[in-house]
């Protein structure tokens, strides 16, 4: 996993700067906007943009194995479509497809983005996430149906819902962001005073450990000195019945 998030990262800020030297490249006047220059632009930033959502993808796919794969197939296969799009006019001479294709790739932005706030929050603020998904899942319903060619906005009351439901999403969502962001912060923050405990805590067995070795070694020592002694004196008398068998 770690090697595909330092690959996906590589890609993504590989993208990152052809875009960025292309669209520099048009402030000097070269016309990037159209023609073959044009779909590689796009099609380079669709990577860039899938290759970064990719990466936090991954870690979704940690805490919650099956939303994880899920989203990321989701997204597989939004930026499959987005690449065909650009490359070729399959999806204008075929316009159901195209449809399809438009569909799919939003409702995949809208469910990775769910997926990966509640993956991070869980049971954290329930009701802020209730209403932010709900939002989400809103603004997709509406601009499916104008995908799909029924005009929502004929109605302009429905341009001022349609903005106002923006409006708080995204203040909703910025909520969740730092909600999960102090959150993951104090789960860093725990994980540090256990791992501190818990290495004191070997520590201090260590320690104990250690000092039952010296008294061992302390215990032998003396063992080894009454033994040193008892040999000496074996030997002198030895060297007494030496002597007194020699005199006989």
Known sequence: MEKLRKTLT??????????????????????????????????????????????NEISVIKRKRVLGLIGISLL????VFAIILFCTNIFTDIPFLGKIA????????????????????????????????????AIDVI????????????FSIMITIF??????TFSLLVALFVLGTKKRN??????????????????????????NTKQEYLHIKEENLLLKQEIEQLKAELNALKNKNDNQ
């Open 102 to 137: 438009a569909l799919t790739s939003v409702s995949s932005v809208v469910f990775i983005i769910i997926i990966s706030q509640y993956s991070k929050l869980e049971k954290t603020a329930v009701v802020l996430q209730f209403l932010t998904y709900f939002g989400l899942i």
């Open 10 to 55: 590589g890609v993504s800020l590989a993208g990152i700067a052809v875009v960025a030297i292309m669209l520099i490249m048009a402030v000097f006047g070269v016309n990037v906007f159209e023609g073959v220059l044009l779909k590689v632009l796009l099609v380079t930033a669709t990577i860039a943009a899938a290759a970064g959502l990719s990466i």
């Open 163 to 168: 903005s106002i439901l923006c409006i708080a």
């Open 143 to 154: 601009i499916s149906l104008l995908i799909y060619g029924i005009n929502v906005f004929a």
């Open 76 to 79: 597989a296969v939004s930026t």
């Open 186 to 211: 104090s789960e860093l923050q725990q994980s540090k005073i256990v791992t501190i405990k818990e290495t004191s805590e070997e520590f201090a067995s260590l320690q104990k450990e250690n000092l």
